[in-house]
């Protein structure tokens, strides 16, 4: 196994990586790091959770050239939650440089927003093809120093039809660049993008090299699908669990169920405000909510280590579908565990695309029925973020030596461009609360309330 020393990475670039717990690359990362650093354009085919994007951001901060005042770089990604989670991987790969700026353009979100802060500059742009679109049509993103163009899960934005608009932006990009393509599975229509948008491309393909991620899977034929759902959370008993369903009211209707059975659930879908995906996503990832039902646009990229569990309340419509929903679970070389639950319907399209898999009948589980999932913490939200200069050691200043709660009962602590968010163990949230609402953080008093 080799480490990222024996890769052509200058020292500082090293250091920060060592800070941050990166020791060894991944497959992908030690095939498409020196190819990028080349100068070579680039197909990677690489499945999720293999480390992509850290395999292209890190040579894309790496050239940057921070005396230019234009965008120099853009990522065009299926979702908000991929962009939002590339941007914040590039932002930690960029800490030893001085001021790299990425912003993020994506639909849900304030179009003017998004132009006031474009108006302050901007070294590297990650959206998706729709909002692109759509500042481009505004003339309000300055394309014309574009050196990288990256695209990331390109076979997901084709599924949703976006390569028109792909070509479209792509087309008005300077011809002299280097374009990298990534994607987990690599359809027969791929080639649409890659002949026009690449040249010569160095061709990576690593999933016979890449560790086989130990995910058991199970089938389960069943009648009354909310009664299997409670019977495999109670015969499994998660931490955390991740739950599927086909549209944004099926979502709704599961998590009531759940919430009516006294389970502490968070819901993903289309209709959510991009804030309140965010704090669904955040409560979910740091335990205040322990089940999350969502529709396939949590599929990508949603990157939550700890989930025990994928369930499938409805069947996946394609091949592809199923493997990015089960590879939310097994992250980091972690075992996961995979459930399908299947009316007769269901079992014959499951079966169609996973011919290899077996169904068992769900009597065969053994349900905990005292068994519920309910957050051990709960999450307040502080009205001060990076622009008023709140860091997680002020919060945790103010939470452990203003106000007496000890470190122990302080959970995750995640800080944003105009908000912060804590997780505090349930037994002090409320001397928690009280504390941050009375006192002061850094000397300002700011405005807190409880998720």
Avoid at 33 to 55: C, H, R, Y
Avoid at 101 to 126: F, H, P, R
């Amino acid at each position: 196994m080799i480490s990222f020393k024996d890769l052509p990475l200058p020292s500082n670039v090293l250091d920060n990586l060592t800070s941050l717990g990166y020791k060894n690359p991944t497959p992908i990362q030690e095939e498409a790091i020196p190819a990028i650093l080349k100068g070579n354009d680039v197909i990677a085919k690489a499945k999720t959770g293999s480390g992509k994007t850290l395999a292209f951001s890190l040579p894309l901060v790496l050239k940057l050239d921070e005396a230019e005042h234009f965008p120099q770089a853009l990522i065009i990604a299926p979702t908000r939650e991929l962009c939002e989670q590339i941007s914040g991987e590039i932002q930690k790969l960029a800490r030893y440089k001085s001021d790299v700026k990425v912003i993020t353009l994506y639909g849900g979100t304030s179009l003017t927003k998004q132009v006031d802060s474009l108006e302050k500059g901007a070294d590297i742009l990650v959206g998706t093809p729709g909002r692109l679109l759509d500042h481009f049509s505004r003339e309000t993103i300055h394309l014309g120093q574009i050196k990288t163009l990256i695209l990331d899960e390109a076979d997901r934005m084709l599924d949703m039809g976006f390569a028109d608009d792909i070509l479209k932006i792509v087309s008005n990009l300077p011809k002299q660049r280097q374009s990298l393509l990534f994607s987990a599975t690599y359809p027969e229509n791929i080639d649409k993008l890659t002949k026009v948008i690449l040249k010569n491309p160095v061709e990576i393909k690593v999933e016979s090299k890449e560790k086989a991620v130990a995910i058991e899977e199970h089938v389960y034929k069943v009648t009354d699908k909310d009664k299997a759902l409670l019977a495999t959370l109670q015969h499994y008993q998660p931490s955390l669990a991740l739950v599927f369903c086909n549209t944004k009211v099926k979502t709704t209707e599961v998590s009531e169920m759940l919430h009516e059975k006294g389970f502490d659930v968070a819901t993903l879908n289309g209709d959510l405000e991009q804030y309140e995906r965010q704090e669904m996503l955040l409560q979910f990832a740091n335990g205040s909510l322990p089940v999350l039902v969502a529709t396939d646009l949590a599929a990508r990229g949603l990157d939550i280590e700890a989930i025990d569990i994928v369930i499938n309340y409805d069947t996946p419509m394609k091949t592809e579908d199923y493997t990015h929903r089960i590879g939310r679970t097994g992250r980091a070389d972690k075992s996961g565990l995979a459930v399908s639950l299947c009316d007769e319907y269901g079992l014959s399209k499951l079966f169609e695309i996973k011919p290899n898999l077996e169904s068992k009948n769900i009597d065969r589980l053994k349900p905990n029925k005292n068994f519920y999932m309910q957050g051990s913490v709960a999450t307040l939200c502080i009205d001060g973020g990076k622009k008023k200069k709140v860091r997680a050691g002020d919060i945790l200043g103010t939470l452990c030596k203003d106000i007496g709660i000890e470190n122990k009962h302080i959970g995750k602590i995640n800080i944003y461009a105009t908000h912060s968010y804590v997780a505090i163990d349930k037994s002090v949230i409320k001397k928690a609360f009280n504390g941050l609402k009375n006192g002061k953080i850094k000397g300002k008093k700011l405005r807190v309330w409880w998720l």
